[in-house]
């Protein structure tokens, strides 16, 4: 979460080249002063965390008020399950709220740790969501009428940097502050395997449609590609050099979305387009955005203009 506030702050500061040919989706008029905005995975909602600590939820592509959680709440992480049905919410005093989108099922909050909720990642099928305190084990919890915790993931140090479900969800990949990912079987929550391969950080993970492989990205500025089934690396892109992955996001044919800010902090972040089969890349965007999310099966984008607010599609 805390490099995705950097990265947007950075964004902020830049301005990027055209890149490729993009569509227009959308136009909203932003309710406040935002860095980022998360897209639910139907496009039909919008999160807009606030720089005052308050949360927003728009619908696309009207921009109505649908929801409002206060500043003092201090929502802290936000992520929309694959069918768009479900939003979790974590909070800086470790509590976690599932939300109904369509407002047809109450709310349920739960206190997860007596940390600050710094990710969320759901499973495919809606029913699971990993739960990542700061510096801390991180949790399974089962979303079946009461929340209830099925299984803590552990690290060397540390909490979870980053984790990805694979397509049938029986896979659970974790990415720790201490470098190492791990896989776990989710029918028994056994760990399978390790790859202890990397150095330094891994901040982004994501299957491939198939689920036969896992992209790594983060502090070692690039693509890394695993056999899903034995942990093992089978490619690596060209790195961005002097640059840290934050954010990795699969769409389409065999393309990968990246985004890579500067070490240093003096040059503005950077947007890569890569094709998997040939290690080619190309830029994206026209303006810097403050959103990136795969939606019905295309890349969205958002960039913004004071407080209006652009979302564009790839092609």
């Known amino acids: 979460m805390m490099r995705k506030l950097i990265w947007f702050a950075f964004v902020l500061l830049f301005g990027w080249p055209v890149g490729a040919a993009t569509t227009h989706v959308a136009n909203l008029s932003l309710p406040c002063d ?8 139907d496009g039909i909602q919008l999160a807009v965390p606030c720089k005052d600590h308050s949360l927003h939820v ?8 649908l929801l409002v959680i206060p500043s003092e709440r201090r929502a802290n992480s936000i992520a929309y399950s694959r069918d ?21 099922a109450p709310s349920r909050r739960w206190q997860a740790s007596e940390r600050r909720i710094d990710g969320l990642y759901f499973f495919p099928d809606s029913k699971m969501l990993v739960v990542a305190p700061a510096d801390s084990a991180g949790q399974v919890w089962d979303l079946a009428e009461l929340p209830k915790l099925r299984a803590t993931l552990q690290f060397d140090f540390g909490g979870i940097n980053a984790c990805a ?21 989710t029918a028994t929550w056994q760990k399978t395997l390790e790859n202890r391969e990397f150095l330094l950080e891994t901040f982004a993970l994501t299957f491939t449609a198939s689920g036969k492989e896992v992209l790594a990205g983060g502090a070692d500025a690039r693509i890394t590609v695993l056999d899903a089934a034995t942990a093992k690396s089978v490619l690596q892109l060209p790195p961005e050099t002097g640059t840290y992955i934050v954010a990795l996001d699969v769409f389409g044919e065999q393309q990968a979305a990246a ?17 998997l089969g040939n ?3 190309i830029s994206l965007a026209d303006a810097p955005p403050t959103c990136e999310a795969v939606v ?20």
């Not at 019905?296 to 092609?315: A, N, R, V």
């Open 34 to 41: 935002s860095y980022y905005q998360v897209p639910s995975p």
């Open 58 to 65: 728009v619908s696309v592509p009207e921009g109505k008020e």
């Open 84 to 104: 768009g049905q479900w939003m979790a919410v974590g909070f800086h005093d470790g509590s976690v709220e599932l939300v109904s989108t369509g407002g047809l």
């Open 165 to 185: 479900v694979s397509p049938d969800g029986k896979l659970l990949v974790v990415a720790g502050d201490d470098t190492v990912l791990r896989w776990y079987n």
């Open 259 to 275: 985004i890579y800010l500067d070490d240093a902090g003096e040059k503005p972040p950077q947007q890569q387009i890569w094709h």
């Open 279 to 281: 290690a080619k890349s």
């Open 296 to 315: 019905g099966g295309k890349l969205w984008f958002c960039t913004t203009e004071g407080k209006m607010l652009h979302i564009s599609e790839y092609q």
